[in-house]
């Protein structure tokens, strides 16, 4: 899968309808991050961080976040 063009200076990006977020340097089919390109619902963080977007209340996407698998 190719990283959004939109994207491309970005690793991080949030998904608003399920406050999720997905690593772009790894997204799978799963994540659906076209799908969510055409939705217009996503989000970029500053600075583009997993912490950041943590903060901002999103959970890390459990396909392509490999913290998302343990518990925080
Ligand atoms: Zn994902």
């Known amino acids: 899968m190719s ?3 939109r994207f491309e200076h970005y690793r991080w990006l949030g998904d608003k309808r ?3 977020v997905h690593d772009l340097d790894n997204p799978i089919e799963q994540c659906s991050i076209d799908e969510l390109m055409q939705s ?3 989000a970029a963080f ?3 961080t997993l912490p950041e977007a ?3 209340n999103y959970r890390p996407c459990r396909h392509c976040v490999p913290q ?3 518990a925080d």
């Open 68 to 70: 998302g698998r343990v």
């Open 46 to 48: 500053g600075p583009d």
């Open 3 to 5: 990283r959004p063009t």
């Open 40 to 42: 217009e619902q996503f």
């Open 18 to 20: 399920v406050q999720v």
């Open 54 to 56: 943590k903060n901002r």
